[in-house]
């Protein structure tokens, strides 16, 4: 079991662990984890703690045999440890262990050498080309359609096959300290009972975005690619990770037809029915679109699915979607929404169905963003908010009843009572005000008392 904190613990310890400040060990150099690090990976989720510890509890790679732990470096070590076949390693249900050393590249080929995205595309395909053709001015606002919309498309299937990493059930993936997955995606679909800790996780680019011209008012770039996505899964816990952009934010994109060149899509996203996820402890940084909860406001399978919880994460100057729900109950709970930038759109949206449950968050504000802009209105009708604080523009902070800041600017009026009560969770729920100490200390990789 990992250690647990809570209370007067928990804060005593943020006070001394602070980043750089965790002892770490050399990794060992043979095939093998150190000893330690597989005595961490093989921790589970604690009892309790959030909706994947619901019914049989999250345990990931913890029952593998020592055959299958495995220390991985390079992306060719990472499929071989997920089952060898990045094709159907999906399926592969065997228990096992990855344990990360430095930086596996998701643009590295199997000799070794690094791709780019003229790698990986379509010989019949180039940007310059595509933005001549589907120019609005030219092609009109109707969807990108012949020849060379095709050639993107089997871009990006050259693409999807090279950087989209498929992972099976009963798998446990962690970091050692400095551990980073770079230019990938984490798919965990159809692959219940799976852990991800302690990795940072940047720039998981997208080389042909797609020209969607009915997407708004004006059209917009969107982009393909997850850091890590959940799909038609259950008992999925994703711990003390870092989510960046790296040194390639959408904000320093060109801009193609009035519209930013969009080429990174969601943080962790959880869609296609999966349910039973707890985030908690992961620092997002400077991204725009973060986390969503279910895929489509059409009413079907996603009913009744979609049960996640989200605690003591950091949510650091970034845009939407902190989260944005359809249809789960989402238990959102003691989180530090660090908040800024001129492109800030919401942070917890209220969409179709969806039952939130917002309590003892802090909300730190800059200039230009007010209580009333924190939740937004896609078409959901209730969110319950208890004990939530808001610091705006350097002032002191307050407690705020959200729903009502909501309303006070905002019709349609957002009803006040989603309908349930959380009742997984581990240890006191912390006091909003002590928050952003606690989670600031201890949120994101590297931040584990390894």
Same mark, same amino acid.
């Given at each position: 079991m990992?250690?647990?904190?809570t ?5 005593? !310890? ?19 984890? +150190? ?10 989720l ?19 045999? %020592? ?7 390079t ?19 065997? +228990? ?23 790698? !990986? ?27 060379l919309?095709?050639a ?10 090279q ?5 099976g059930?009963?798998t446990?993936i ?27 996780? &940047?720039? %998981? ?43 390639? +934010?959408?904000? %320093? ?6 519209r930013?060149?969009q ?17 908690s ?34 949510? &650091? ?36 169905q ?10 730190t504000l ?15 009708? %209730? ?8 610091r705006?523009?350097?002032g ?14 905002? &019709?349609? &009026? ?21 928050? +952003? ?14």
């Amino acid at each position: 079991m990992r250690p647990r904190f809570t209370g007067a613990a928990l804060v005593a !310890l943020s006070l001394v662990l602070v980043p750089g400040a965790v002892a770490t060990a050399a990794p060992d150099p043979t095939a093998s984890p +150190p000893r330690w690090a597989e005595a961490f990976a093989r921790q589970t989720l604690p009892p309790g703690d959030g909706w994947a510890a619901d019914g049989v509890g999250t345990t990931g790679g913890a029952a593998a045999t %020592a055959d299958q732990v495995h220390l991985v470096r390079t992306r060719a070590e990472l499929v071989r440890a997920l089952g060898g076949d990045n094709a159907t390693n999906k399926s592969n249900d065997t +228990p096992k262990v990855i344990v990360v050393d430095g930086t596996v590249d998701g643009f590295e080929a199997d000799d070794g050498t690094l791709l780019d995205c003229t790698d !990986l595309a379509d010989p019949a395909y180039s940007l310059p080309a595509y933005l001549a053709a589907y120019d609005p001015a030219v092609w009109g606002r109707i969807p990108p359609s012949g020849a060379l919309e095709a050639a993107r498309v089997r871009s990006v299937s050259r693409q999807t096959r090279q950087t989209q990493i498929n992972v099976g059930p009963n798998t446990t993936i962690v970091g050692l300290p400095t551990a980073r997955l770079t230019g990938l995606t984490l798919m965990i679909d159809g692959a219940d009972n799976v852990i991800v800790r302690n990795l940072t996780f &940047d720039d %998981a680019r997208d080389c042909f975005p797609a020209w969607s011209p009915t997407d708004g008012d004006t059209g917009n770039w969107n982009s393909q690619y997850d850091q890590i996505s959940v799909r038609r899964s259950e008992h999925v816990w994703v711990d003390h990770n870092t989510f960046t952009d790296g040194d390639n +934010p959408d904000s %320093a994109q060109p801009v193609h037809f009035g519209r930013p060149y969009q080429v990174h899509d969601g943080s962790l996203d959880i869609t296609h029915t999966a349910s039973l996820v707890t985030a908690s402890w992961n620092r997002f940084v400077g991204r725009d679109k973060v986390m969503l909860i279910g895929s489509s406001n059409t009413v079907g399978p996603d009913v009744g699915r979609l049960r996640v919880t989200l605690h003591h994460n950091l949510f &650091d100057r970034v845009l939407q979607r902190l989260p944005r729900v359809r249809f789960g109950q989402v238990d959102v709970y003691n989180n530090w929404y660090r908040l800024a930038g001129e492109g800030f759109a919401y942070a917890i949206g209220v969409g179709v169905q969806s039952a939130v449950y917002a309590e003892n968050n802090h909300f730190t504000l800059d200039a230009g963003i007010t209580a009333g802009d924190l939740l937004y209105d896609w078409g959901g009708t %209730a969110v319950t908010t208890r004990g939530n604080w808001v610091r705006a523009h350097g002032g002191l902070p307050r407690p705020v009843d959200l729903v009502a800041a909501y309303n006070a600017a905002h &019709d349609p &009026d957002l009803d006040s009572d989603a309908g349930w009560t959380p009742r997984l969770r581990t240890g006191a729920v912390l006091p909003a005000p002590t928050v +952003p100490l606690v989670v600031g200390a201890l949120a994101g990789a590297d931040r584990l008392p390894l």
